[in-house]
């Protein structure tokens, strides 16, 4: 089953910028780290009169949009995933109580280069005691999803929080006799390989209790202080005594376990995942072999499950634009950013100070060589810092001599050139014939090769209007730029892959 929203926004917040200012990038939203209890373990601010980069917008907080309700309705949608992607079934189960159906809000936090990036929401799922729904795509292994369950009447009654692991993986959730008195959740998971609804044999099962009080929850140690029957299902194991995490929840930045109380409805939280469900999205029934795409709920419900207001369309960027996808998400994680006046302007140049500014705000590397002072950026410049820092990351090289050329336009080759130096992607296999995808190859330079097939191979080369066109020596566009950008932060797994038939992938390459 496929949805998409249907968004009414009154009025997108203004943004604070010059009127020759060049939309480039934010900072990826900074990791939202859990909190937790104890157990054991189973196995920018830079300024220019030209050019001003909006790392740092500021909104209107007087104007911002009144979120209407959401409606949801059937579409087909061309999403795909790398074979790399995970994905998770999910039951709820109640085996000592009377009731019927609850409601499952879904929500992921997805693990980048930085940590955990914000939570992102994935809809609300009206389940049947004992049913089952999967949910598929767009994840990768280390993703945590968070699960808050509520009654029909809307009120909270639980909360749980597992990880995403190397295969698919079944997870159940056991709720208490009585939850809306005593809001305790069992949660119950591991892998899947053969998707048949039970763990493997030779698998850890993780097997955990996450208590609710005062709408903040503890990942309990032990289920030694409450009656732990009520929780017990047929087919699963028995509650252990000791609880069984993963490694992840109990070690390290982001552990959730010895850990103070984590706040299940924090203040910076996007709004849809505070309000009552149903009142901002529509509530999602789930049917006998329901199953969800997780990249397709990601894009449907873009608009709302965003922190704060953003501006994700653009007047100038049409439903079917070949790049609408890339630009939204980039623009959703605060990465773009279009003008004053709501457009995007797809077809124009980028600079190298622009790309500069990209790079900066995409990737957090660490240096791999020491600034260089060039001659021709000065330190007022708005772009100055991001210049030296990507410089340093080792994606982009000097001009002549000690010149870097910031206001120089880049062709798609410089582009593609400096995302592989920079993720230092090598190639494996005949380069000639994995660049025999292109009717253009014997175009490539000689020493750019290996590059370039090192990019087709972790599918990051996208290429418009003509597919098989590499194209390397023309300009590099806006929209050109934002595809391959994203496409690059896909490689590296910091965002669900967005499928096109303007990318080129390993499927399409000879072997």
């Known amino acids: 089953m496929k949805y998409i929203i249907q968004s009414n926004f009154a009025h997108l917040s203004k943004f604070v910028l010059t009127a020759t200012s060049v939309a480039i990038f934010s900072p990826i939203s900074s990791a939202y780290a859990a909190l937790g209890f104890s157990t054991t373990v189973a196995q920018i601010t830079d300024n220019s009169t030209e050019q001003q980069l909006l790392a740092h917008k500021e909104v209107e907080t007087r104007n911002r949009p009144t979120i209407q309700r959401q409606t949801v309705t059937t579409v087909s949608h061309n999403v ?41 929401f994935l809809g609300d799922y009206k389940y049947k005691i004992k049913q089952k729904a999967k949910f598929v795509k767009g994840l990768k292994t280390s993703d945590r999803i968070v699960v808050r369950l509520y009654d029909v009447q809307n009120r909270f009654i639980g909360y749980s929080e597992f990880e995403s692991l190397s295969a698919n993986t079944t997870v159940n959730l056991i709720l208490s006799a009585k939850p809306t008195e005593y809001p305790v959740v069992r949660t119950v998971y591991g892998v899947d390989a053969d998707q048949n609804g039970t763990i493997d044999a030779g698998t850890t099962t993780y097997d955990y209790f996450t208590q609710v009080r005062n709408q903040r929850v503890i990942f309990l140690s032990s289920s030694q202080t409450f009656q732990g029957s009520q929780f017990q299902v047929e087919g699963l194991s028995t509650i252990a005594a000791t609880s069984v995490y993963p490694v ?27 309000a009552t469900p149903g009142s901002l999205v529509q509530v999602i029934e789930v049917s006998d072999n329901s199953s969800y795409d997780i990249s397709q709920m990601l894009m449907n419900y873009r608009q709302v499950r965003l922190s704060r207001p953003l501006q994700v369309a653009f007047s100038d960027v049409s439903i079917d634009y070949w790049a609408k996808d890339f630009i939204a998400e980039l623009a959703s994680m605060e990465i773009i ?44 410049s708005w772009a100055y810092n991001a210049i030296n820092e990507v410089y340093q990351m080792g994606f982009l090289n000097t001009v002549i001599g000690k010149d870097f050329n910031p206001s120089q336009s880049l062709s798609r080759l410089d582009v593609l050139v400096a995302l592989a130096r920079g993720l230092n992607y090598q190639s494996s296999g005949s380069t000639d014939t994995i660049l025999s995808v292109y009717s253009d190859a014997t175009t490539i330079p000689r020493e750019y090769r290996s590059l370039i097939a090192a990019l087709t191979q972790h599918g990051i080369v996208v290429n418009y209007p003509n597919v098989k066109m590499l194209n390397a020596e023309r300009v590099a566009t806006r929209s050109e730029v934002s595809a391959l950008l994203y496409q690059a932060l896909s490689s590296t797994g910091q965002v669900t892959n967005i499928s096109s038939q303007y990318v080129i992938g390993q499927q399409k390459i000879a072997d």
């Open 80 to 120: 795909s995933v790398k074979a790399k992607k995970t994905g998770f079934s999910l039951a709820i189960w109640q085996p000592s109580g009377n009731f019927s159906e609850v409601i499952a809000r879904i929500s992921v936090k997805s693990k980048g280069s930085k940590g955990y990036l914000k939570e992102q």
């Open 248 to 274: 992840s929840f109990t070690q390290g930045d982001y552990a959730l376990v010895r850990q103070s109380f984590v706040n299940i409805f924090s203040s910076d939280l996007a709004k849809v995942l505070q």
């Open 337 to 380: 950013e279009g003008f004053p006046n709501g457009t995007f302007r797809p077809d124009a140049p980028v600079t190298r100070a622009q790309f500069a500014a990209m790079l900066r705000k995409a990737f957090a590397k660490r240096k791999i060589r020491q600034a260089v002072a060039f001659k021709d950026v000065s330190t007022k």
